[in-house]
């Protein structure tokens, strides 16, 4: 049975990836997960938001500009250098590839971040990127626009492989999509979770809301891969969200994705579940009659099924669920 899937250009041995987390912050968790029998990992994101936030609290109390910007350039400089030294270390203790991650909110200061780490080897980089409106006068096309321009601005500086990940909040994901393959992207994660706030009813003070996710979220991610595989582009489709066990994968790839990554379930499980995950998929193949993953995926895709307006069902009307 041949597990291999070709994701943003590089070959991987199979389709589980372990997502950006606090879990592939870390050679040792890296390695462990490689003896798991990852396909590929994706490191933790770098995020611009802290390095800003760390620039800031350290220059508060200064009044020279000079100081501020040798102190801002300080602070950049040690926090992209860890996490360069987690990539060279992750690269040569092992073999699967190592996405890199960096969460962005401007183009222009990535661009030389982001080249720095091809340089430092990392096979792929994925582009962790959530805009959130705060005016109501910003019109939602000017919002979509920000996320292509800073695509656009890394995707000049860099040669290796481009995933965008984002939230799930996109009016119509298929044209987006469509409009990152034009600009030369070759991946597309879908999707996200973000820390939310939650309030707290007593004391009358936002709280974070619970950190992990839940299976169900797979669910709407379902229909947009369905959709999105069978639209003719080209661009990689990795599931991120409410994958949790070996069924959750492989309806992944039915719908077309070309990869599943793991996130909550290692939090709650830990990384013995990549391994079960992986047996389950196998068991499947060999009951199913597949032999290659290319043999089914997008098997449930928009297009290969006989009546695909199945996908485009939204409401709980007797007719098409027993329920109102
Ligand atoms: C504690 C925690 C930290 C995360 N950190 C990142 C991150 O640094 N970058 C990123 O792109 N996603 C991050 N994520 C999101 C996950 O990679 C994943 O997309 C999300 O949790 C949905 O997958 P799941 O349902 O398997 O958890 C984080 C998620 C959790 C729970």
């Not at 990836?17 to 912050?25: A, F, K, Q, R």
């Not at 309806?251 to 994705?257: F, I, V």
Request: proline share 3%; aromatic share 8%.
């Amino acid at each position: 049975m041949i597990l291999s899937t070709t994701y943003l250009n590089l070959t991987l041995k199979n389709p589980l990836i372990v997502s950006s987390s606090g879990l592939t912050n870390d050679v040792d968790k890296i390695a462990e997960i490689e003896r798991q029998g990852a396909g590929a990992v994706v490191l933790k994101s770098l995020f611009e938001e802290q390095i800003n936030y760390e620039v800031n609290r350290a220059i508060v109390k200064s009044k020279n500009a000079f100081a501020d910007r040798l102190i801002e350039n300080y602070v950049k400089e040690n926090s992209v250098s860890d996490y360069l030294n987690l990539l060279e270390s992750a690269k040569k203790q092992v073999e699967i590839p190592i996405i890199a991650s960096i969460n962005c909110i401007s183009g222009q200061n990535w661009t030389n971040f982001a080249e720095r780490l091809e340089n430092s080897g990392a096979d792929a980089l994925e582009l962790n990127i959530n805009l959130i409106p705060t005016s109501k006068t910003l019109e939602s096309n000017d919002l979509e626009n920000q996320y292509l321009e800073i695509v656009s601005e890394v995707k000049k500086h860099i040669k290796i492989p481009i995933a965008v990940k984002v939230g799930p909040h996109f009016t119509n994901i298929l044209n987006f999509a469509h409009k990152l393959e034009n600009i030369g992207v070759q991946g597309i994660v879908l999707y996200n979770r973000f820390y939310e706030p939650d309030f707290d009813i007593d004391t009358l003070k936002l709280k974070p809301a619970p950190i992990l996710g839940l299976p169900g979220e797979l669910h709407h991610t379902l229909r947009h891969i369905g959709m999105m595989s069978m639209a003719g582009d080209k661009i990689n489709i990795s599931v991120s969200g409410g994958v949790f066990n070996a069924e959750a994968m492989i309806k992944s790839l039915l719908a077309g994705a070309q990869t599943a990554q793991l996130c909550s379930v290692l939090y709650q499980k830990g990384f013995g579940e990549i391994k079960s995950i992986l047996s389950g998929l196998k068991e499947w193949m060999l009951k199913m009659n597949f032999e290659t993953i290319e043999s089914f995926r997008g098997k449930l895709n928009y297009h290969e099924i006989p009546n695909p307006e199945v996908y485009e069902r939204s409401q709980f009307m007797k007719y098409f669920s027993d329920i109102e």
